[in-house]
């Protein structure tokens, strides 16, 4: 599915992302009830929305309230059920398909109607909003999709294609949000680099009649090394797995991983660990500057990594680096930690920030 995200489509869907941030900032500066709690549920909010924009093509008339978000939370919600299913994925796969589990069942049938009701009504229309559906219905009319590298060929069908929007919709709402929150908190903690980060993004918006292109926001390069950064210290997804496809040996220890084997990598702890990144809970972006980066391979996953790594990814870090650009042009942020520090929830696979709020402060902008 890497043909959705190559650099043109993004620019193409572009426009639709930085209309729904402009509306989110727009959001915070008419409600400013909201920009003193509950950051990372907005953030969410703001992040359903525009999927759901990018996705679907659907807008709402109360642009925070959003009918997917209860279906996205609802998939990745921890719970006795869930965590059973998962355990039984993990310790016995044949158990697991023997009983025809499933672990999002319940939503197919809503992808798989609300994909074909888009297409449907995009064929009938004929216009084109180069989103999400566009990309789909591409694929679609070009036939067979083939893999150049492996030669695998797929069949892009309706339930091939909503399977590919569920995903996207459901790892681009909370992990968004988690990744976006996360970089607000450490901004917000450190002035000296919230300033300098400013500095750059005005002078973005300034240069460019008061908008932000997207060529503008592929050019922020400090704001690429803040995030970078942030998603070290706090990357979306606590760990991942992986499956052994043939039998190998562990350079470290000779230790046989037999084929079909599932891999778990601790990413959190690699990200965290001072062999690979010197002092790695001080936050400083500069340890990714040109000067100071290092080729990290495996260290380094907040997306994942290799063939595997999430497809959303370049997605996912245009709507982050527009989100933030947006927000940091109008507001300053102030981190509010809660007794006892920063703290995460005990869910599964997604890394949940807790005992900490942002507040922002409305920036007063040269005109």
Known sequence: ??????????????????????????????????????????????????????????????????????????????????????????????????????????????????????????????????????????????????????????????????????????????PTAAGVFGAMIEIGRHTEIQKRLQEEIDEAFDNNNGELTYDAVMGLEYLDKVLTESLRIFPPIGFSTRRCTETTYLPVGNIKVDKGTKLYTPVYSYHHDPEYFEQPHVFDPERFSDDRKQNLGVLYQPFGFGTRICIGMRYAKLQVKSLLAHIFHNFNLKSVIGSGGIKFGKDQIQLRIKNVDVEYIPRKLRR
């Open 1 to 174: 599915m890497t043909p959705l995200f190559t650099p043109n489509k993004l620019k193409n869907m572009y426009n639709v992302i930085d209309k729904r941030t402009q509306d989110f900032v727009q959001f915070l500066h008419k409600n400013p009830e909201k920009q003193k709690r509950n950051t990372l549920d907005t953030l969410a909010t703001f992040c359903c929305n525009a999927i759901g924009d990018a996705v679907f093509g659907v807008r709402y008339a109360s642009k925070f309230v959003s009918p997917f978000l209860d279906i996205s939370r609802k998939a990745f919600a921890s719970s006795w059920w869930g965590d059973i299913r998962f355990t039984l994925s993990s310790v016995s796969p044949t158990i697991f398909k023997a009983f025809k589990i499933s672990f999002f069942k319940e939503f197919e049938r809503f992808f798989i109607g609300a994909m074909r009701q888009v297409f449907r009504q995009r064929e009938k229309g004929g216009s084109k909003r180069h989103d999400f559906s566009d990309i789909c219905l591409s694929l679609q009319r070009s036939g067979v999709m083939k893999h150049e590298e492996t030669g695998f060929q797929m069949q892009p069908t309706d339930e091939l294609m909503a399977a590919q929007a569920f995903f996207f919709f459901t790892a681009g709402v909370d």
